[in-house]
């Protein structure tokens, strides 16, 4: 579905304005000319999205020669169609709200709140450019000696990789190509026509009226943006609630606040066709057994991920791979092919751009580094944090409650709801929570949940912790500033710490503290 253009003469991203030719002018040059390739690359790197670009300046940084291979525009998903954008139309929606909810904090306001969606639209595409010097192909190619080729790169056989015909020989390879919208076949859907993430950012008017198939991250994200930014929106997702892979209460309360803004949301609900009636587009779907139908001006589709696997030839380097799983790796991100690693959305259930980063790290240390097999890092020893940013924020690490228990592994649960700390109340930003998980019985932290406004931002001491195998005992002897909402947290370990003087340290410390009156 993306309506990006880039061939030999033109490089489009529309609308094309002062502000995406910049975007251009550093992610994909138009004037670009490919360097001669050197005999023999160190390391060869697919795909120039967040994955790949921190593979080749990290490998570079440390000596390697490398050649990155871009089709489209570096920066991949996260900076083009991805984080940044969608990051960007939030803010402005978060303005919105702040608005109505004025009142509240005793501000008025005149009239009506008007939202210029293509000045929105506009600041969008002002940051994204703004941002876009990080992964310019001038930067890659100056500052870290990388060799940066434009074109479709293939395999051509056990050691070169071709692109816009030139041949590059590597000792490794790295595939970083990453993931698109994963399709989703609906009678009538691809006629009616449809947005993705990869052109949604492109729109310049605000639907009237927008359907939007799917309850996940780009979904929920998305859908509260547009109804906040003033289209009516519908959201259908399949499965009984939003956030499927989320803890049930956060789920809820994302839920309930999307209820309460006027977002229509059909949950367990089957699409059965979609029908174009002049400009409108019909969803037929089934829910409680009745067949039903919601009009809309246009339809989002956020249904997950396809790899981008196609076209590589990976059959003649023996690179395994499944087309919903992407290319098959080992903890070491080792490939089937012990030359080839693999990164990023391409390989991992991880799909952040946080993510691709931290195994791009571990990709460098393994393929370049290692010697026999010493000193290899793994991905299953990553401490992950995620965060899905609806308002309330929704940031989990580690585990959920859910894979503790599908592992067995008995959990202590530490809850302190944000109505209980003093900053969320002064800031009226009382919905939410944050859960620690331990194992029970001890002081480790396996996972946690933060529903908060910036619950994004609080998440991270508690990945701080876990991943220095600190004790929840730490958070608790961490002062942290009054009045803060991260103290939601310390208040957590607080709870444990009380929970865990014994009786008898209870009845010695009361007898201490009377001997001494
Ligand atoms: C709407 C949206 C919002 C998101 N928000 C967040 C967020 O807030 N936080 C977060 O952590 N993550 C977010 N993500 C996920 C994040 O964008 C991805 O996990 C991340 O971009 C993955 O990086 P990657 O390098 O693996 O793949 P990509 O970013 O997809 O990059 C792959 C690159 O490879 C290129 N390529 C593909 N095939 C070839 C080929 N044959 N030859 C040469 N080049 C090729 C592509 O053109 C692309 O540039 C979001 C994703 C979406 C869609
Ligand atoms: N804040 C972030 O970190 C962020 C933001 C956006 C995207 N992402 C990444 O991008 C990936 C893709 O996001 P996504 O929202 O497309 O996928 P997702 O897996 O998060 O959610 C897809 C949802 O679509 C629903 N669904 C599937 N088929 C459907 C159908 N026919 N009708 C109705 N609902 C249907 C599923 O039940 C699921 O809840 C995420 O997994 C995430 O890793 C991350």
New binding site residues.
Partial sequence: MSQFVTDRDQVIVPPMDQYNQELVNNVHPPDWVNPEPAPRYDLVV????????VTAAGAAIFGAKVAL???????????????V???AMIRSSRVVADIQNAARYGIGTSGEISVDFAAVMERLRQVRAQISPNDSAKKFQQDYGVDVFF????FASADTVS?AGKSLHFRKAAI??????AELSIEGLAEAGYLT?EN?FELTERPHRLGVIGGG??GC??AQTFRRLGSEVTLLQQSSRLLSRADEDAAAIVQKTFEQEGIQLLLQSKIQRIERQGAEKIIHYEQDGKEQSVTVDEILV?VG?SP?VE??NLEIVGVDYDEKRGVIVNDYLQTTNPKIYA????C?E???????DAAARILIQNALFAILGLGRKKLSSLIMP??T?TDPEVATVGMSLKEAQQQGIEVQILNVPMNKVDRAIVDGEVEGFAKIYLQKGTSKMIGATIVARHAGDMINEITLAMTHKLGIGALANTIHPYPTQAEAIRKAADEYSRDRLTPFVKKLASSWVKLRR
């Fill in positions: 697919i795909g120039a999205g967040t994955a790949g670009l291979i871009e089709k489209h525009l570096m920066g991949g998903d996260c900076t083009i169609v991805g984080c954008p969608s990051k074109g479709e790169a293939k692109v970083a190509t990453g993931s698109r919208a993430n949604v991250y780009i994200e998305l956020g991920r981008n076209n590589l990164v990023g959305d391409i991992m991880w799909k952040y751009t946080h993510a691709a995620s965060c940013f």
